[in-house]
């Protein structure tokens, strides 16, 4: 490694070793030299190449000399990721200990963007959102307000300004301005090219079938269709499939498994519609680039009056009611391009599953939804607990062990 790297990684390791465990001064520099010694020996494999397993992969690499192989049964982001609406929010969570843990990760992608000199283009122009009343608004400013979270109402004069095409508004609007989206895809692939280029080593189109464990029940790898793959350390970051890889070992994951539709919508070039996320009861948009924008929807069912296909016309009708009476033009102008379902992995309480698996020392599991907002805090926090053995009290309310 070269001396200004080394140099670069100690110092951030430094300032990473400060702020998550608190470590004296005195006792800093014999730690780090420890814990540098520690990273040589492991050995990572990570299984899944989503937002959670490429976010990870990247850490690794950046802050760690450890050994990082990273697996995936099609290609980096061809799971839920793809499909993901992609905000980075706060204010969508509810309002306590957890909103905390997503603005800490805002926080993250900031500094994780930094670090790779804004190349990953992260579009922070904030959140416009409403709810059903406009008591029901001002109690959801104050509820995040409270918890330092920075949400403010919006006049109508000042929504105007942020939003000119925007009609249908009620009196009260929120406004998040430290939210953010990113473009799934284009994140995936900046990270993992980087990551790579660290000397993590990437193996698509390989499926893991099985999590291999010793006689004494500690995971040491896992089987994949053309070799088994040994590690210090097995992480699962699999989405949905994660549920399945555990059952090889029979350990059953509080993890539902629910769809979520994403309509590509496009549109007349106009570089003033949608400059925001828009949330509302009615309807969830951003744009992506000048002539087209993104709505996440619900999935109802399977029934035939509920395709994913007539589900993105009914949201055309509400999305054009909104801007019609101030853009006829551009309303009009407005069509379904894309429409698609994604399977979002979601524990059965909504919170983060992370940690190491019960007494298993060799697995070490992420599963969450809003993965795309908690990608690099957790990454981050995971990556310190795996290689230094210690476990971080942000993720004390995270494990398993709560469903027992
Ligand atoms: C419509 C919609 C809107 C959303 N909006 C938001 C939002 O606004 N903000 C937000 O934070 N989140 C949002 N989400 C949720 C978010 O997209 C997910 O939480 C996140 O993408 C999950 O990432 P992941 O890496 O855990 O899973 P995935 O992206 O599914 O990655 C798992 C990877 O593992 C691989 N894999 C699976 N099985 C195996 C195997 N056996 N062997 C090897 N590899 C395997 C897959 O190929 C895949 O690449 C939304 C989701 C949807 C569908």
Same mark, same amino acid.
């Given at each position: ?46 299984? +899944? ?7 990870? *992969? ?5 802050? &760690? ?13 061809? +799971? ?5 609406? *992609?905000?980075?929010?706060? &204010? ?10 997503? &603005? ?18 992260? #579009? ?55 939210? +953010? ?35 004494? +029940? ?23 499939? @994660? ?32 400059? #925001?996320?828009? &949330? ?33 016309? @009914? ?53 969450? #939804? ?35």
């Amino acid at each position: 490694m070269q001396p200004v790297k080394q140099q670069l990684k100690l110092s951030i390791l430094n300032s990473l070793i400060e702020s998550f465990y608190h470590i004296q001064n005195n006792m800093k520099f014999d730690l780090l030299m420890r814990q540098k010694l520690k990273m040589k020996e492991k050995k990572i494999v990570i299984v +899944g190449a989503g937002i959670v397993g490429v976010t990870l *992969a990247w850490y690794f690499a950046t802050y &760690s000399d450890a050994e990082v192989t990273l697996l995936d049964q099609k290609q980096a982001g061809s +799971g839920v990721s793809q499909h993901s609406f *992609a905000w980075l929010n706060v &204010s969508y969570g509810r309002p306590d200990a957890y909103q905390k843990l997503r &603005s800490k990760s805002l926080n993250e992608w900031r500094r994780l963007d930094a670090e790779m000199h804004g190349a990953l283009k992260i #579009h922070w122009r904030g959140a416009i959102s409403w709810q059903e009343t406009n008591a029901e608004t001002l109690q959801f400013i104050q509820s995040h307000s409270e918890l330092s979270f920075n949400i403010e109402s919006l006049t109508k004069e000042n929504l105007a300004k942020k939003e000119p095409l925007l009609d249908k508004a009620p009196n009260i609007v929120a406004f998040a301005g430290e939210e +953010g989206a990113i473009d799934p895809i284009w994140v995936i692939q900046t990270l993992l090219q980087d990551a790579i280029k660290k000397g993590v080593s990437y193996c698509q189109e390989t499926k893991v079938s099985k999590i291999l464990q010793n006689e004494s +029940g500690q995971t040491i790898g896992v089987r994949t269709q053309d070799k088994d793959y040994f590690a210090d350390k097995v992480v699962l970051t699999a989405g949905v499939v @994660n549920k399945d890889l555990l059952q090889t070992i029979n350990i059953e994951l509080p993890l539902a498994s629910l769809p979520a539709i994403i309509i590509r919508f496009k549109h007349e070039k106009s570089d003033q519609f949608a400059q #925001h996320i828009i &949330s509302t009861p009615e309807m969830e948009i951003r744009s992506i680039d000048s002539e087209h924008f993104l709505a996440a929807e619900d999935y109802i069912d399977d029934t035939a009056v509920n395709t994913p296909e007539l589900i993105a016309l @009914n949201a055309l009708k509400t999305i054009q009611a909104h801007f019609n009476a101030i853009a006829p033009t551009l309303a009009s102008s407005i069509t379904v391009d894309h429409v698609a379902v994604g399977m979002r992995p979601i524990p059965f309480d909504d919170m983060p599953i992370v940690g190491t698996m019960n007494d298993d020392s060799g697995l070490y599991l992420i599963s969450m #939804h809003a993965a795309v907002t908690l990608a690099p805090l957790i990454s981050c926090l995971a990556m310190q607990e795996i290689l230094y053995e210690q476990e971080s009290p942000e993720l004390f309310s995270y494990r398993i062990t709560r469903f027992q």
